[in-house]
């Protein structure tokens, strides 16, 4: 049976805060500076004595901020989650509206920015919080390739 890997964020216990993983997201996938701009972003639960939390996609299957996307910039991936055509964005921010967990950050200018789960950023954990995860599926047929960097 086919698999797909979604990210998955089991250790957040250990977490630092240093942002190397947004950073990498960031500056690897989205081809940004800013720890904003990337797919998984680090916040803290309240202070540092309660440490930190990832704001990250769930990888659902449907994905509703796809649903929601009138021009299919955001499309269904196939084992969760979304693929991203960014020259289709209209920049509406129906997407990051419709997500349930607030894991797409919109930039000033409503641009989305949301995990794809290619497990680029995971490598760059100090310690080790992130973890690539394989997931079964079905027998629908395989979904076009993801187009992130514009
Ligand atoms: S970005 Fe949000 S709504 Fe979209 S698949 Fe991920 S968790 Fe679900
Ligand atoms: S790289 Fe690891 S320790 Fe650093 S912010 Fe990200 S999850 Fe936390």
Request: charge should be positive; hydrophobic fraction near 40%; charged fraction near 20%.
């Amino acid at each position: 049976m086919k698999k797909a890997k979604i990210l998955t964020t089991p250790h957040m216990e250990r977490c630092i805060g240093c942002h190397s993983c947004s950073l990498a997201c960031a500056r690897l996938v989205y081809k940004k500076l800013s720890w904003d701009t990337a797919g998984i972003r680090i916040v803290s639960s309240g202070g540092l004595s309660t440490g930190f939390e990832a704001k990250s996609c769930l990888a659902c299957d449907p994905a509703p901020c796809a649903l929601a996307c009138p021009t299919g910039a955001f499309s269904q991936r196939r084992g969760g989650g979304v693929l991203v055509k960014r020259k289709l964005c209209i920049q509406c921010g129906d997407c990051a509206e419709a997500c349930p967990v607030d894991a797409i950050y919109l930039a000033p200018t409503w641009e989305p920015f949301v995990c794809i789960h290619c497990g680029q950023c995971v490598a760059f954990c100090p310690h080790h919080c992130l973890e690539m995860v394989e997931m079964s599926l079905g027998a629908a047929p395989a979904a076009e390739g993801k187009e992130v960097a514009s």
